[in-house]
């Protein structure tokens, strides 16, 4: 800390005690000075107006000179309003000191980019329920694997009405690989979607993919960056998938368990689906290892015509359900965001202990509940 009688640089006692003889407010504060005692104290070759109050005498700031004296103390570690104000009102007075400080701890650059207790989190969107099955898919791509057949990655699929998941063994993470998985695995057999959505890897952004939903008249969404709970069934079907992997591995053939692990996800019955996802793609459940009797007998089964005819009512009557959220949803959304002219922008992505997890400040150029437009380098930014 600084001794009783030095200033904190780099302050200019002269124009200090210039400043003090010209501003109204301090010469105020001479006529009716309240609990503080003042006196002209010579500071540095300067005659000062300082409160003798206390066991140090303190100089009377002018406002002028009221955001140099908080940048010397305050920038020193960057303290919480608390701390600073008992820090600058031991060594200055002047009015309103506490308000102000605080005022301009909230408006400090260096806390607001660095010193976040609590990182805006408004509440998750939900998806529309799909209509029909195979209409809304969701991909994503898990890995890299060690190497098995050649293969390093998955690409994975599945339906937000059956919950049918695939998840096809690919040798890179490339998007024409991505692409082709997608036409030779799914819409192959279950024809076009109405809607994919995926995260915002350079795969599921590129021009490339871009034009595969043209031709195919697909709706691409993409949840928002590194929030994978946006994207939350596909990624659930991945912890189911790698954690069967994982169990079931004995070596690096992970390609030869793949298919017994799928058949295991797709007959798992689904608690918020009261069925299994094979069930709701096929009708039936399928048969497993270990089942030693048939389902139905033959005498149960219906005629061809019949048996479809029944499927196609029971599936129309089938209600979609959303995706369940485990857990409470904790959200905070501060009061002043909506009506900031300017704001900060969380740096998600990967960085170094030194460095601050918000850039900004950034001019707010219009906004609604999920999205701002900000002007960042000299153009548009949309975040979330």
Known sequence: MVASASPIPPIDLARMAAEQLRDPKVAELRKQPGALKLKEVNLGGYNLLCDVSTSRPRPIVPPLWTK??????HNL?????????????????????????????????????SKIGRHTKTALNSF???DRRFGDIHVDLVGPFPPSEGCTYLFTIIDRFTRWPEAVPIHNAEAPTCARALLRNWIARFGVPDSITSDQGPQFTSGLWRELN???????????AYHPQSNVMVERFHRSLKAALKARLLGPGWMDELPIVLLGIRST???DLDAAPALLTYGTNLRIPGDFFPSTSAEGISPGS?????????????????????????????RDLMSAEQVYVRHDAHRGPLIRPYDGP???????????????????????
């Not at 019949?306 to 499927?311: G, K, N, P, T, Y």
């Not at 707010?364 to 002007?375: A, E, G, N, P």
Request: hydrophobic fraction near 30%; include cysteine.
């Open 269 to 271: 019955w689904k608690e």
């Open 128 to 130: 529309d329920p799909p």
């Open 362 to 384: 950034f001019k707010v150029l219009c906004r609604s509940d999920k999205h701002f437009v900000i002007l960042r380098n000299n153009k548009p930014h949309e975040c979330h």
């Open 214 to 224: 043209n031709v195919l008249g697909c709706c691409p969404k993409h949840t928002t």
């Open 77 to 113: 570690s960057h303290l919480g309003h608390k701390p600073t104000t008992r820090a600058i009102s031991a060594r200055y007075v002047w009015p309103g000191l506490k308000r102000e400080v605080k005022n301009m701890v909230r408006a400090c650059h260096g806390c607001q980019a």
């Open 68 to 73: 140099t004296i908080f940048d010397a103390i």
């Open 306 to 334: 019949i048996f479809v005819r029944d499927l196609q009512e029971n599936l129309r009557k089938l209600s979609p359900l959303s995706p369940v959220h485990h857990g409470p949803a904790k959200t905070y959304l501060p």
